[in-house]
């Protein structure tokens, strides 16, 4: 991510939390692991608790938020709309 962000012509946009900060990627609407995780959790538990293990029907955290990097924004110029904005979540 180091080196995207270092040599990018355009401002690299991210999808998951992990991959927002200053020499990463700029942000965006992102997921995060913790809720993906959580949602695994869930379905291991409800599968165990039934003891149904044929199909397993694909599911995912569907919340998202809009997170960014303060030092990627600034390196790029970028301003957000006040209604991103306030709805953000920030890292350096």
Request: glycine share 12%; aromatic share 16%; net charge positive.
């Given at each position: ?41 869930e ?43 306030s709805?953000?979540?920030?890292t350096?």
């Open positions: 991510m180091e080196w995207t962000s270092e040599n990018a012509p355009i401002p690299p946009f991210g999808f998951w939390d992990f991959s927002v900060g200053a020499n990463k990627t700029i942000g965006g609407y992102v997921l995060f692991g913790k809720t993906q995780g959580k949602k695994a959790g379905i291991a538990l409800k599968r165990l608790t039934e003891n149904k293990f044929k199909t397993i029907v694909p599911f995912y955290g569907k919340t998202g938020r809009f997170y960014f990097s303060k030092s990627q924004l600034k390196k790029w110029g970028i301003s957000l709309t006040k209604k991103i904005e709805e953000s979540v920030y350096e």
